[in-house]
């Protein structure tokens, strides 16, 4: 397979490495520059483009392979457990992926549920790899010591693990042993060579274990996550409060400044444009852009095959998916978001003045979205 796709672009392409998972745009010089210069060792895509279109084609899609779970979350966002049998069939997943391929999409990540509940979840990992894509996987980490063995073989680029908050309160949340049962994975996968990240759902209840949450990720050698609770799913049920913006702040804060007092590089990323975005509170933060660009660069396939665009399963509802890819193919579907998108743009004349697609490629490196991982940079007050 050869290590890098060349996708064709209208302001030019993009270049996907897949060795160090990473894509950046050309212009339409250098696009054809590294036509010559890498004949034969690029996989090129060229796309149909649709009507107003920025982009051809999505950057990454997440999919939910199934609402089936081993654990029942009090603040689940897609109502996941046991006895919940809604899933993407191995045949529907493979051509899906093959789809995907011919489009020249980088990234796949899978969600669930748990994804290990799938009854083919192994192998639609090694599908996934062997078409060339990158692989990002969230979990929670509670598995059988089978499970365990096969994940650790698996070459997934990176496994995100559920943690929300120390023993007491994580299993207060999740579900008695699960704690101590997630930790063991991560030791265990980190001991095989695994890229193991944690992330945690922030509430009142756990805010007191940041830091101590914080430093255990640093023992373990992983990157941590702080991400706000969104009142979605079994959530809405839940009478915790969105953090007031200063608490937040605060809270990144305290943990900067811990590890630059020890000399180190925080291992810590707390989304505070998320938080912002769920408090209503968007004054110190500008994420308008931010979210119209997701809009353009992700794609999410639900387990029923509901398709919307955005990368956030707590942003959906039926009345907003696209179409379904179990009675529709996934280009047609993405004709109709392109349309959405257009028609929206037409909404103020602040949209009609935007150039989106300046936007769009500003947001790669802003963000830092062309390594693989969307508010791992997390940045401040940002203008594009």
């Known amino acids: 397979m050869n290590r890098y796709v060349l996708r064709k672009e209208d302001f030019g392409g993009l270049i996907f490495d897949r060795e160090k998972i990473r894509y ?5 010089a250098n696009f054809q520059a590294l036509l010559v210069k890498n004949e034969g060792n690029l996989d090129i895509i060229t796309n149909s483009f649709p009507v107003g279109a920025v982009i051809s084609a999505p950057t990454r899609v997440f999919l939910v392979l199934t609402k089936a779970c081993n654990l029942k979350c009090s603040y689940c966002s897609n109502d996941s457990g046991n006895g919940k049998n809604e899933k ?9 992926l093959e789809e995907m391929k011919g489009m020249g999409i980088f990234e796949i990540s899978v969600n669930g549920g748990e994804p290990l509940c799938h009854p083919d979840f192994a192998r639609i990992m090694r599908l996934v790899k062997d078409l060339g894509f990158a692989l990002f996987m969230n979990t929670n980490g509670v598995y059988t010591k089978k ?11 990176k496994i995100k693990v559920s943690i929300d908050g120390l023993k007491e309160k994580h299993d207060f949340l999740r579900g008695k042993g699960s704690f101590d049962s997630a930790i063991s994975s991560i030791r265990f996968l ?21 830091l101590d949450l914080s430093k255990l990720a640093h ?5 941590l996550k702080v991400a706000p609770m969104y009142p979605v799913g079994r959530a809405i049920d839940s009478a915790s409060k969105p953090l007031p913006m200063e608490e937040v702040e605060a809270l990144d804060k305290m943990i900067q400044e811990y590890w630059v007092s020890r000399g180190l590089k925080s291992n810590t990323n707390v989304a505070l444009s998320l938080f912002a975005e769920v408090a209503n509170d968007m004054t110190h933060y500008d994420g308008k852009h931010i979210n119209c660009c997701v809009h353009y660069l992700h794609l999410s396939i639900d387990s029923d095959g509901s398709v919307f665009n955005t990368g956030c399963q707590t942003h959906f509802s039926k009345e907003k998916s696209f179409g379904n890819v179990k009675k529709e193919k996934l280009r047609a579907i993405l004709e109709k978001i392109s349309a959405d998108n257009t ?34 940079s997390e940045r401040r007050k940002i203008h594009f």
Request: charged residues 30%; aromatic residues 4%; glycine residues 4%.
């Open 24 to 28: 950046t745009a050309v212009d339409n």
């Open 343 to 376: 028609s929206k743009k037409m909404l103020s004349q602040e949209c009609v003045d935007c150039n989106i697609r300046s936007k769009v490629l500003n947001y790669l490196d802003i963000t830092n979205e062309h390594h693989g991982e969307l508010w791992e």
């Open 88 to 96: 993407l069939d191995f045949d529907e997943v493979k051509a899906l």
């Open 219 to 223: 023992e373990l050698g992983c990157e």
């Open 147 to 157: 499970q365990l063995e096969e994940l650790s073989q698996l070459d997934i680029d």
């Open 190 to 210: 980190r001991s095989k060579g695994k890229n193991v990240k944690m992330n945690c759902t922030l509430q009142r209840f756990n805010l007191p274990d940041m």
